[in-house]
């Protein structure tokens, strides 16, 4: 059974910092791994998507990296912007028909 | 493209009433998921379509829920016998892709449940 799992839950950094949220995933025979970004009361809006077979995705000031063996993926933030301030999803489909989401960084970016 | 939509977009009932949501994917794609989101969680699967065809259902997805997607184009959520834990964010997502692969998923706005 897959589980997904995103460490820290919350994190606060001044404006300007680099930051990197983690997530990471139990089994490693996945097809693929989405980032998304959530606003509060809002729908998701996907970031990046990395394919299994790729390593690293960039758009932006967002750069997403996928190590399968290890299980684990990072979102790394550059410049943080007030802005980027909202929840981090983290979603692998392993099947297709059941992509599992982990529980969610979320970001506050101090002015 | 006009996205996935999702209707309505808030819900009040009284426990044990019958509710409905609606989803309409993005036109061209084939698949369709169900989620259910709480505050502070991540979206939990309820239920996935490829075409028409109902491929996966959560154990969450008690007898009380049901869903269709007729001829394979918008989607219905039906919850009978509200309860109050029942309250949540129901979210439709849609994507386009053929045996294991997939690509990116877009997700609706959410249908925001209360159950009083």
């Known amino acids: 059974k897959q589980e997904v799992t995103q460490i820290p839950a919350a994190l606060s950094v001044p404006e300007g910092e680099n930051l990197v949220l983690n997530c990471s995933f139990t089994d490693s025979a996945i097809y693929n791994l989405q980032w998304f970004r959530q606003d509060p009361g809002k729908g998701l809006t996907s970031l990046l998507l990395i394919q299994s077979s790729q390593r690293e995705q960039t758009s932006g000031r967002l750069n997403a990296s996928l190590d399968k063996s290890s299980g684990r993926s990072t979102l790394y933030i550059a410049a943080s912007q007030p802005g980027d301030s909202a929840t981090y999803l983290c979603a692998v489909d392993s099947s297709a028909s059941k992509i599992i989401f982990g529980s969610g960084t979320r970001l506050s970016i101090r002015p | 493209d006009t996205g996935v939509s999702q209707n309505p977009r808030h819900k009040i009932t009284k426990r044990g009433q019958n509710v409905t949501f609606r989803c309409d994917p993005i036109s061209e794609h084939n698949r369709l998921y169900w989620y259910r989101q709480t505050l502070g969680q991540g979206p939990e699967f309820l239920t996935y379509?490829?075409?028409?065809?109902?491929?996966?259902k959560s154990r969450l997805l008690s007898d009380r829920f049901s869903a269709e997607r007729p001829k394979g184009s918008f989607s219905t959520l039906e919850i009978q016998r509200t309860e109050q834990g029942d309250s949540a964010m129901y979210l439709c997502?849609?994507?386009?892709?053929?045996?294991?692969?997939?690509?990116?998923?877009?997700f609706g706005e959410g249908s925001w449940l209360t159950v009083v």
């Open positions: 997502a849609s994507s386009s892709g053929t045996g294991g692969s997939g690509n990116t998923i877009y």
């Open positions: 379509f490829q075409n028409e065809a109902q491929l996966e």
